[in-house]
């Protein structure tokens, strides 16, 4: 595969740095999901529903062909099952501690009078963001380099449409330059990396983790696509469009775990 020579001729087999180069490609993409907003003022709410459920689509079948099923393989049911519990029940927890605003539902987490509309919008996407990232490195640092190739793409896949709906919501505020916009997109991205080094060292330092660490990966994905991701795109009546974003990113997936896997 020509994304895995490139990454093995970049890190060699250091698990570590594969897996935070992994971050920077996801990243990366996220960045220039975001590219549009230099150049338009407003994106349809209705191919911003699509793309977010297109994401959806993609992280969900992530979970189970890059994840879950890996993860059973490598350890059995029970680990993997654990590690989903409690990757669900840790964004739950940060979702209620940290304080954070969504577009359409508004305010959660704790309330704080110190933070900016804006940074409490950045904060929910960095929520958002964090199980990809650590998915990605969970994915590296099994060793598995087809899989974690293919678990690294589909995060970057749909962390393009992610990008590019953070920037649009940030420019429809109204009183934000295009570029400051643009600048908020890629912040947002920019958790990815370290998480992805994190996931990667936890499985490489303690190979006995990794079904653990593959469930949570999928259980703190599948609650951010339950709890954040379809509920924000069914919010103003573009849930049919939605559905077919998540069928389409769904499919896709799984073309690319048979054919790059």
Not at 101 to 128: P, Q
Request: aromatic share 8%; proline share 4%.
């Amino acid at each position: 595969m020509v994304f895995e020579n490139i990454l093995l001729s970049l890190a060699g087999n250091n698990l570590l740095l594969l897996g935070l180069l992994g971050g920077c490609i996801t990243a990366l993409l996220n960045a220039i999901g975001a590219i549009p907003v230099l150049f338009f003022k407003k994106l349809p709410e209705r191919v911003s529903d699509i793309g977010l459920g297109f994401a959806a689509g993609v992280m969900l079948a992530a979970s189970f062909t890059s994840l879950i099923v890996p993860g059973i393989e490598k350890g059995g049911i029970n680990p993997v099952i654990i590690g989903i519990v409690l990757g669900a029940l840790s964004v739950n927890f940060a979702d209620m501690i940290i304080p954070h605003m969504h577009m359409i539902i508004g305010k959660e987490g704790i309330s704080s009078s110190r933070l900016r509309g804006i940074w409490l919008f950045v904060l929910a996407i960095t929520l958002h963001n964090m199980p990809e990232g650590l998915a990605v490195g969970v994915g590296f640092g099994s060793g598995n380099l087809d899989d974690a190739v293919v678990l690294m793409l589909a995060i970057g896949l749909q962390n393009i449409p992610e990008g590019l709906s953070v920037g649009f919501s940030i420019l429809a505020e109204g009183n934000k330059s295009r570029f400051y916009a643009f600048l908020i997109a890629i912040i947002s991205g920019l958790v990815e990396p370290p998480l992805s080094l994190i996931g990667a060292a936890t499985v490489a330092m303690a190979h006995q983790v990794l079904p653990y660490a593959m469930g949570f990966a999928a259980g703190a994905m599948i609650f951010v696509i339950s709890d954040e991701i379809i509920p924000e795109t069914n919010r103003v009546g573009h849930e049919r469009y939605a559905t077919y974003g998540l069928i389409i990113g769904f499919i896709i997936m799984l073309y690319m775990d048979v054919i790059l896997g």
